[in-house]
């Protein structure tokens, strides 16, 4: 079986058709959350997400949408998109994010938005970080999404301590023995310096994972975000990547 690992779409449809149309023949994506929030194209982004096979988590800013987190603890333009986002949704949108489990494990995969201890808030960005989490869930892999960043954060091994890796374009990793943590990076606002739309592919048969970048049209995304009167760090913000 070969998947596609998405996450942190945030609305941004040109970002989400550029991995679609650069990802091979899989047989299901596997979206991490926040599906919608920052971006111009909500119920377009759910519609795409739901013409593939796919399963789909619950992340902070699709529940932001539909009030079933407070976003009291948003910056002031995260929240202002989420109340535009909230009143953008169509009612069976709203319902299909307020339904999204907030974790899932399938076979050797758990998925996880933040991270298996915390799955809706905590961001894993450090080693030691991951290596508390991995206590928190019993499967071999977990996916994590929510930093924008992608990275492989690999368990214990013999003498080996947990460690954590930043992957490059194309950057191949074996799913072997060793338990895993790892982070496709964000689809519709990457923030590791790289614009490009970040996305992972696994072949659950060869058991590896592959790291993908991908350009899209930045400024269509942000034209339609300007047009929308979304705030101007978060629509500057995807030209460079952070
Ligand atoms: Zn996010």
């Not at 932001?64 to 953008?88: H, I, L, Y």
């Not at 489990?101 to 799955?119: Q, Y």
Request: hydrophobic share 40%.
């Amino acid at each position: 079986m070969r998947v596609a690992v998405v996450s942190d779409i945030h609305s941004n449809l040109a970002a989400l058709r550029a991995v679609l149309s650069d990802m091979p023949a899989v047989d299901e994506l596997w979206c991490l959350g926040d599906i919608v929030g920052y971006g111009p194209d909500p119920n377009e982004c759910i519609a795409t997400l739901l013409e593939k096979k796919h399963l789909a988590i619950a992340g902070n800013h699709d529940w932001a949408a539909t009030g079933q987190v407070d976003v009291s603890d948003f910056n002031p333009d995260a929240r202002r998109a989420a109340e535009w986002t909230a009143s953008q949704l169509t009612d069976v949108n709203r319902e299909i994010l307020r339904r999204l489990p907030p974790e899932l494990s399938i076979g050797d995969f758990t998925f996880a938005h933040g991270s298996p201890r915390d799955p809706i808030w905590e961001y894993i960005l450090q080693p030691a970080q991951a290596s508390v989490n991995l206590s928190f869930f019993s499967t071999k892999y977990c996916l994590v999404g929510h930093t924008h960043v992608p990275a492989i954060y690999l368990g214990p091994a013999g003498k080996s301590p947990a460690t954590g890796v930043r992957p490059q374009t194309d950057e191949v990793f074996s799913l072997g023995e060793r338990r895993l943590i790892v982070n496709p990076g964000s689809v519709g606002q990457p923030r590791d310096g790289d614009p490009r739309a970040s996305y992972l592919l696994l072949d659950l048969e060869s058991k590896e994972g592959r790291f993908r970048r991908v350009e899209y049209d930045v400024e269509a995304t942000q034209r339609r975000m300007q047009a929308a009167g979304l705030p101007y760090s978060l629509w500057a913000r995807l030209a460079v990547g952070w």
